[in-house]
Protein backbone atom coordinates (compact mmCIF):
# COMPACT_ATOMS: atom_id res chain seq x y z
CA UNK A 1 0.00 0.00 0.00
CA UNK A 2 2.89 2.43 1.07
CA UNK A 3 4.77 1.77 -2.65
CA UNK A 4 1.64 1.94 -4.03
CA UNK A 5 1.34 5.75 -2.71
CA UNK A 6 4.42 6.55 -3.29
CA UNK A 7 4.02 5.86 -7.35
CA UNK A 8 0.87 7.78 -7.30
CA UNK A 9 2.64 10.43 -5.39
CA UNK A 10 5.56 10.60 -7.70
CA UNK A 11 3.16 10.43 -10.95
CA UNK A 12 1.64 13.42 -9.60
CA UNK A 13 4.44 15.16 -9.41
CA UNK A 14 5.58 14.12 -12.96
CA UNK A 15 1.98 15.32 -14.36
CA UNK A 16 2.28 18.64 -12.83
CA UNK A 17 5.50 19.68 -14.05
CA UNK A 18 4.82 18.53 -17.34
CA UNK A 19 1.58 20.79 -17.14
CA UNK A 20 3.64 23.48 -15.65
CA UNK A 21 6.07 23.51 -18.55
CA UNK A 22 2.70 23.43 -21.21
CA UNK A 23 1.07 26.16 -19.29
CA UNK A 24 4.27 28.53 -19.73
CA UNK A 25 5.07 27.32 -23.02
CA UNK A 26 1.14 28.73 -24.11
CA UNK A 27 1.50 31.78 -21.58
CA UNK A 28 4.70 32.53 -23.80
CA UNK A 29 3.29 32.02 -26.95
CA UNK A 30 -0.01 34.38 -25.95
CA UNK A 31 1.85 37.21 -24.57
CA UNK A 32 3.66 37.46 -28.09
CA UNK A 33 7.14 37.21 -26.26
CA UNK A 34 8.17 34.85 -29.38
CA UNK A 35 6.94 34.77 -32.42
CA UNK A 36 4.58 32.16 -33.37
CA UNK A 37 6.09 31.18 -36.47
CA UNK A 38 9.44 30.10 -34.57
CA UNK A 39 8.08 28.76 -31.21
CA UNK A 40 4.00 27.76 -31.73
CA UNK A 41 2.06 27.23 -28.91
CA UNK A 42 0.63 23.92 -27.30
CA UNK A 43 -2.76 24.74 -29.19
CA UNK A 44 -1.55 24.92 -32.24
CA UNK A 45 0.91 22.10 -32.67
CA UNK A 46 -2.58 19.82 -30.93
CA UNK A 47 -4.35 21.42 -33.87
CA UNK A 48 -1.36 20.44 -36.10
CA UNK A 49 -1.60 16.80 -34.61
CA UNK A 50 -4.60 16.14 -35.76
CA UNK A 51 -5.19 17.79 -39.54
CA UNK A 52 -1.86 16.03 -40.27
CA UNK A 53 -2.61 12.43 -37.88
CA UNK A 54 -3.72 10.18 -41.16
CA UNK A 55 -0.27 11.52 -43.14
CA UNK A 56 1.90 11.08 -39.62
CA UNK A 57 0.39 7.83 -39.01
CA UNK A 58 1.45 6.70 -42.63
CA UNK A 59 5.16 8.20 -42.06
CA UNK A 60 4.95 6.53 -38.23
CA UNK A 61 4.64 2.83 -40.01
CA UNK A 62 7.76 3.22 -41.83
CA UNK A 63 9.86 4.66 -39.36
CA UNK A 64 8.69 1.73 -37.12
CA UNK A 65 9.53 -0.69 -39.57
CA UNK A 66 12.93 -0.03 -39.84
CA UNK A 67 12.96 0.80 -35.81
CA UNK A 68 11.78 -3.09 -34.94
CA UNK A 69 13.68 -4.39 -37.95
CA UNK A 70 17.07 -2.64 -36.66
CA UNK A 71 16.42 -2.88 -33.06
CA UNK A 72 15.86 -6.78 -33.53
CA UNK A 73 19.13 -7.16 -35.32
CA UNK A 74 20.72 -4.69 -33.05
CA UNK A 75 19.54 -7.07 -29.96
CA UNK A 76 20.78 -10.47 -31.61
CA UNK A 77 24.73 -8.81 -32.50
CA UNK A 78 24.48 -7.57 -28.88
CA UNK A 79 23.43 -10.61 -27.34
CA UNK A 80 25.93 -12.88 -29.51
CA UNK A 81 28.80 -10.17 -29.04
CA UNK A 82 28.43 -10.54 -24.95
CA UNK A 83 28.68 -14.50 -24.71
CA UNK A 84 31.62 -15.11 -26.91
CA UNK A 85 33.36 -11.88 -24.61
CA UNK A 86 32.43 -13.56 -21.81
CA UNK A 87 33.03 -16.77 -22.90
CA UNK A 88 36.43 -16.18 -24.46
CA UNK A 89 38.67 -13.31 -22.92
CA UNK A 90 41.00 -13.12 -25.70
CA UNK A 91 38.12 -11.91 -27.44
CA UNK A 92 36.92 -9.34 -24.76
CA UNK A 93 39.97 -7.93 -25.09
CA UNK A 94 40.26 -7.28 -28.44
CA UNK A 95 36.49 -6.54 -29.61
CA UNK A 96 35.72 -4.34 -26.52
CA UNK A 97 37.75 -1.47 -27.58
CA UNK A 98 36.77 -1.97 -30.54
CA UNK A 99 32.76 -1.32 -29.52
CA UNK A 100 33.70 1.30 -27.21
CA UNK A 101 35.42 3.67 -30.64
CA UNK A 102 32.59 2.95 -32.41
CA UNK A 103 30.34 4.53 -30.43
CA UNK A 104 32.48 7.57 -30.41
CA UNK A 105 32.06 8.21 -33.80
CA UNK A 106 28.52 10.40 -34.27
CA UNK A 107 25.87 9.07 -35.66
CA UNK A 108 25.33 12.12 -38.41
CA UNK A 109 28.82 11.36 -39.30
CA UNK A 110 27.98 7.83 -40.10
CA UNK A 111 24.32 8.43 -41.72
CA UNK A 112 25.78 10.39 -44.82
CA UNK A 113 28.14 7.54 -46.11
CA UNK A 114 25.43 4.79 -45.62
CA UNK A 115 23.63 6.68 -47.58
CA UNK A 116 26.10 7.27 -50.16
CA UNK A 117 27.43 2.77 -49.88
CA UNK A 118 23.55 1.51 -49.70
CA UNK A 119 21.37 4.06 -51.36
CA UNK A 120 17.84 5.99 -50.07
CA UNK A 121 16.19 2.52 -49.34
CA UNK A 122 15.77 0.91 -45.53
CA UNK A 123 19.22 -0.76 -45.63
CA UNK A 124 21.16 2.00 -44.60
CA UNK A 125 18.80 3.08 -41.66
CA UNK A 126 18.58 -0.38 -40.42
CA UNK A 127 22.02 -0.42 -40.16
CA UNK A 128 22.73 3.12 -38.42
CA UNK A 129 19.84 2.15 -36.18
CA UNK A 130 21.85 -1.78 -35.19
CA UNK A 131 24.88 0.57 -34.44
CA UNK A 132 23.40 2.80 -32.65
CA UNK A 133 21.37 -0.06 -30.31
CA UNK A 134 23.52 -2.93 -29.87
CA UNK A 135 26.09 -1.29 -28.00
CA UNK A 136 23.65 -0.69 -24.43
CA UNK A 137 23.09 -4.38 -24.86
CA UNK A 138 26.40 -5.65 -25.15
CA UNK A 139 27.81 -3.50 -22.30
CA UNK A 140 24.92 -4.00 -20.18
CA UNK A 141 25.11 -8.04 -20.83
CA UNK A 142 28.39 -8.39 -20.30
CA UNK A 143 28.37 -6.07 -16.51
CA UNK A 144 25.75 -8.79 -15.46
CA UNK A 145 27.76 -11.95 -16.80
CA UNK A 146 30.47 -10.37 -14.77
CA UNK A 147 28.75 -9.74 -11.65
CA UNK A 148 27.73 -13.32 -11.46
CA UNK A 149 28.00 -15.09 -8.13
CA UNK A 150 30.80 -16.78 -8.14
CA UNK A 151 30.19 -18.99 -5.11
CA UNK A 152 27.40 -20.33 -7.00
CA UNK A 153 29.66 -20.85 -10.00
CA UNK A 154 32.26 -22.49 -7.74
CA UNK A 155 29.16 -25.05 -6.13
CA UNK A 156 28.55 -26.01 -10.24
CA UNK A 157 32.25 -26.80 -11.52
CA UNK A 158 32.45 -28.75 -8.26
CA UNK A 159 29.44 -30.88 -9.26
CA UNK A 160 30.60 -31.46 -12.59
CA UNK A 161 29.05 -28.35 -14.68
CA UNK A 162 30.08 -27.33 -17.86
CA UNK A 163 30.78 -23.85 -19.03
CA UNK A 164 27.63 -23.25 -20.72
CA UNK A 165 25.64 -25.06 -17.99
CA UNK A 166 27.23 -22.60 -15.46
CA UNK A 167 26.11 -19.66 -18.16
CA UNK A 168 22.65 -20.80 -18.57
CA UNK A 169 22.20 -21.54 -14.88
CA UNK A 170 23.77 -18.67 -13.19
CA UNK A 171 25.14 -15.75 -15.49
CA UNK A 172 22.45 -15.39 -17.88
CA UNK A 173 19.43 -15.54 -15.50
CA UNK A 174 21.50 -13.15 -13.30
CA UNK A 175 22.35 -10.74 -16.21
CA UNK A 176 18.87 -10.41 -17.24
CA UNK A 177 18.13 -7.04 -15.15
CA UNK A 178 21.35 -5.45 -16.99
CA UNK A 179 19.60 -6.60 -20.49
CA UNK A 180 16.46 -5.35 -19.77
CA UNK A 181 18.00 -2.17 -18.80
CA UNK A 182 19.87 -1.95 -21.82
CA UNK A 183 17.68 -2.72 -24.15
CA UNK A 184 15.26 0.17 -22.43
CA UNK A 185 17.82 2.57 -23.70
CA UNK A 186 18.50 0.96 -27.11
CA UNK A 187 14.17 1.10 -27.91
CA UNK A 188 14.11 5.05 -27.68
CA UNK A 189 17.81 4.83 -29.19
CA UNK A 190 16.18 2.79 -32.39
CA UNK A 191 13.24 5.39 -33.13
CA UNK A 192 15.91 8.37 -32.71
CA UNK A 193 18.68 6.84 -34.73
CA UNK A 194 15.59 6.09 -38.00
CA UNK A 195 14.12 9.49 -37.86
CA UNK A 196 18.25 10.76 -37.82
CA UNK A 197 18.69 8.31 -40.71
CA UNK A 198 15.65 9.67 -42.64
CA UNK A 199 16.79 13.27 -42.76
CA UNK A 200 19.81 12.73 -44.98
CA UNK A 201 17.57 10.88 -47.65
CA UNK A 202 14.66 8.58 -47.90
CA UNK A 203 10.99 8.63 -49.26
CA UNK A 204 8.84 8.04 -46.31
CA UNK A 205 9.30 8.23 -42.85
CA UNK A 206 9.19 10.84 -39.84
CA UNK A 207 12.55 11.79 -40.65
CA UNK A 208 11.54 12.84 -44.43
CA UNK A 209 8.54 14.31 -43.01
CA UNK A 210 10.38 16.86 -40.52
CA UNK A 211 12.43 17.71 -43.28
CA UNK A 212 9.71 18.67 -45.40
CA UNK A 213 7.82 20.59 -43.03
CA UNK A 214 11.16 22.19 -41.69
CA UNK A 215 11.59 23.66 -45.47
CA UNK A 216 7.95 24.80 -45.66
CA UNK A 217 8.42 26.52 -42.09
CA UNK A 218 5.86 24.55 -41.01
CA UNK A 219 7.10 24.17 -37.26
CA UNK A 220 3.89 23.54 -35.30
CA UNK A 221 3.81 20.37 -37.38
CA UNK A 222 7.72 20.04 -36.77
CA UNK A 223 6.70 20.16 -33.05
CA UNK A 224 3.73 17.78 -33.75
CA UNK A 225 6.41 15.06 -34.94
CA UNK A 226 8.74 15.53 -32.02
CA UNK A 227 5.74 15.12 -29.76
CA UNK A 228 5.01 11.88 -31.75
CA UNK A 229 8.43 10.69 -31.89
CA UNK A 230 8.98 10.93 -27.79
CA UNK A 231 5.55 9.32 -26.81
CA UNK A 232 6.89 6.20 -29.56
CA UNK A 233 10.13 6.31 -27.02
CA UNK A 234 8.01 6.04 -24.12
CA UNK A 235 5.57 3.63 -25.45
CA UNK A 236 8.56 1.30 -26.48
CA UNK A 237 10.15 1.95 -23.25
CA UNK A 238 6.78 1.14 -21.25
CA UNK A 239 6.47 -2.42 -23.99
CA UNK A 240 10.10 -3.10 -22.35
CA UNK A 241 8.69 -3.23 -18.77
CA UNK A 242 6.22 -5.17 -19.10
CA UNK A 243 7.73 -7.54 -20.97
CA UNK A 244 10.54 -7.31 -18.01
CA UNK A 245 7.90 -8.29 -15.83
CA UNK A 246 6.75 -11.15 -17.89
CA UNK A 247 10.45 -12.63 -18.58
CA UNK A 248 11.10 -12.02 -14.70
CA UNK A 249 7.89 -12.72 -12.80
CA UNK A 250 10.22 -13.52 -9.75
CA UNK A 251 11.17 -9.80 -9.54
CA UNK A 252 7.43 -8.84 -9.06
CA UNK A 253 6.37 -6.61 -5.90
Known amino acids: MKRKLQNTTSKIWSVSAIAIVLILWQMICSFGVVDSFMLPSPVQVVKAFIEEFPTL ?7 LSEAFIGLALGILLGFV ?10 LYKACYPLIVLSQTIP ?45 SINLLRAMGAGRWQIF ?9 SQFFAGLRISASYAVVGAVISEWLGGFSGLGVY ?25 LLMKGVDLLQKKCMPWEKE
Open 81 to 90: MAVLMDQFEP
Open 210 to 234: MTRVKKAFSFDKMFAVIFLISIISL
Open 168 to 176: SVVKLPGAM
Open 57 to 63: MEHSLVT
Open 107 to 151: TVAIAPLLVLWFGYEMAPKVILIVITTFFPITVGLLNGFKAADQD
